[in-house]
């Protein structure tokens, strides 16, 4: 049926989402009064093309959907194709057929959660903002008749849309606004459900924070009743990400002091994007005691809780960041006794520059006097120097990617993390934005610092912020704030030539059986003829 009467659109020209959507609103608002009729007038109707047209024309009007893109006929078999659409699903369709407006669609097991959570407080005043994003949920779900429900959306056509598919619902109603600007809202509301977009950069002064995401959990949190629950999808970087977006963090636990927090699964929010997200409930007014941290895991559409631990609300506030795989892993031994342990720590960004690689395309590779470092250049913790692809450049364009002797270069994008200290080597050597380098001042030996970050509570420092989901995606700025033990460099220099040793006599002893092992083979085989 959707694809019936998308196709006789498109055949007409009504190709663009919106006046896809806004003539199956058309046509269902003109079916919703027919069946109010009696069925003999119903009947006449249905059968006439001219008397349909003309009281379409009539009823439904030129003021709220503007003016029919068609004639008699036309509508008449629109009519016809589109009158049984189920107008929640048929929206959901669209939207996740557009190719010009990639609106995220949240998976309906966030509204299950939601909603899960939300009908156990007293009051039930709820508020859904941006609910084109819930399409799937709202397309399966009737609320009880005990719940107050609030539909925002910033799309005049969705909103009509959502309008005339809960017509007749009295305790549903819609809105049209912005989370990115002030709500003239007069309503308090219980619960309140936003997944805000991801990246979006504003221009507000007033919130002090350009993300998108900060600036709709600011707009939301006064329209919070006391005792109210806000729930939020958010990405990874406002969970740790310095600067303005860790003063927001402050601010917002203040003003809605955060109750729980999960992580999502991977892939949840796929084709629209592949960041790893977080859900995040905040509460209004007294702060919770303890603050419930934990992961979930998807069982069919069901998002079901996989290990959860809690966190006493004074020290959650004494965090600087939000990184909720480094909480859920202090329960191991190895992270537990590096985050107690009495030695000094340092971000990285206090003792080195930290820099990305050049974007080089494919196209770009040519024999010429500069070499790419690539992930595939790591093997083992060590560059391998022999298998170096070359650009033909100007070294004065591409002079700030030049990695240097004793520079440690770190892989952030890919499926794992690589690292490797950058030996002596003869010619120019730049590194491609698959790769970050980390540059140490005097202060720390690079050898030293890789040895670190390879260790099980390196390497969890380095997960917990990562961005991406399956495919690794990491910010120099992120690498910037992990900690290393900062001992003293005589220290550090010890413990570099211990481990190197200890590497090359390993090395050796592994090359040494290999040789016996092919010699071996090679007698057993000769004694076989």
């Known amino acids: ?9 498109l055949n007409h020209d009504i190709k663009s989402r919106d006046q896809l959507l806004r003539e199956a609103v058309r046509v269902v608002k003109m079916k919703q009064y027919i069946d109010k009729l009696p069925s003999g007038e119903r009947t006449k109707l249905e059968k006439n093309p001219n008397e349909l047209f003309d009281r379409m024309q009539e009823k439904i009007g030129k003021i709220e959907l503007g003016h029919f893109p068609g004639d008699r006929e036309l509508f008449y078999r629109l009519y016809h194709a589109g009158k049984e659409l189920n107008l929640a699903e048929y929206g959901l369709q669209t939207i996740r057929q557009d190719r010009v407006i990639a609106s995220l669609q949240a998976h309906s097991s966030i509204l299950q959660t939601f909603r899960e959570a939300a009908e156990g407080l007293h009051q039930q005043n709820w508020l859904i903002v941006e609910a084109e994003k819930f399409m799937e949920g709202l397309a399966e779900y009737t609320p009880p008749s005990n719940v107050k429900l609030t539909l925002l959306t910033e799309n005049y056509i969705l909103g009509r849309l959502l309008k005339t598919y809960f017509a007749g619902m009295e305790q549903i109603q819609i809105l049209q606004g912005s989370i990115y600007q002030p709500l003239p809202l007069t309503d308090a509301y219980d619960a309140i459900l936003a997944v805000p977009n991801f990246g979006l950069k504003l221009d507000d002064e007033a919130v002090g924070v350009r993300e998108a995401e900060g600036a709709a959990l600011h707009h939301l949190a006064p329209l919070l009743t006391p005792g109210g629950c806000l729930t939020a999808i958010l990405p990874a970087r406002m969970m740790f990400q310095s600067g303005s977006i860790g003063e927001w963090r402050k601010r917002i636990n203040e003003l809605i002091p955060v109750g729980t927090l999960y992580t999502l699964p991977e892939g949840l929010f796929r084709p629209y994007t592949s960041v790893k997200t977080y859900l995040v409930t905040f509460n209004s007014g007294q702060p919770p005691e303890n603050i419930q941290i934990g992961r979930y895991t998807l069982k069919g559409t069901v998002l079901e809780e996989q290990r959860t631990i ?6 959650f506030q004494q965090l600087e960041d939000w990184r909720i795989e480094l909480l859920l892993e202090q329960s191991s031994d190895t992270l537990a006794a590096f985050q107690q342990a009495a030695i000094p720590k340092m971000k990285l960004r206090a003792v080195a520059d930290i820099f990305r690689g050049k974007s080089i395309l494919k196209q770009d590779l040519r024999p010429g006097s500069i070499a790419v470092l690539n992930i595939s250049n790591l093997e083992d913790g060590e560059v391998k120097l022999e298998q170096l692809e070359t650009i033909d450049e100007e070294q004065r364009k591409v002079k700030r990617y030049e990695v240097l002797p004793g520079d440690l270069v770190m892989t952030c994008r890919g499926t794992q993390t690589k690292l490797a200290v950058f030996p002596e080597y003869s010619q120019m050597v730049i590194v491609s934005a698959n790769m970050i380098v980390i540059r140490f001042n005097e202060q720390v030996d690079s050898l030293y610092a890789k040895i670190f970050l390879e ?8 997960q917990s912020f990562q ?10 700025a992120d690498v910037g704030e992990i900690e290393i033990p900062f001992l003293p460099l005589e220290r550090q220099k010890a413990i570099s030539e211990a481990y190197r040793k200890e590497k090359q006599l390993y090395s050796e002893t592994v090359q040494a059986a290999s040789r016996r092992w092919e010699g071996q083979r090679e007698q057993i085989y000769s004694a076989l003829y």
């Open 1 to 9: 049926m959707i694809e019936e009467f998308w196709q006789l659109c």
């Open 455 to 462: 260790s099980p509570a390196g390497m969890a420092l380095i």
């Open 467 to 476: 961005r991406g989901t399956t495919v690794m995606n990491l910010n120099p």
């Open 310 to 315: 809690q966190l006493k609300a004074a020290a």
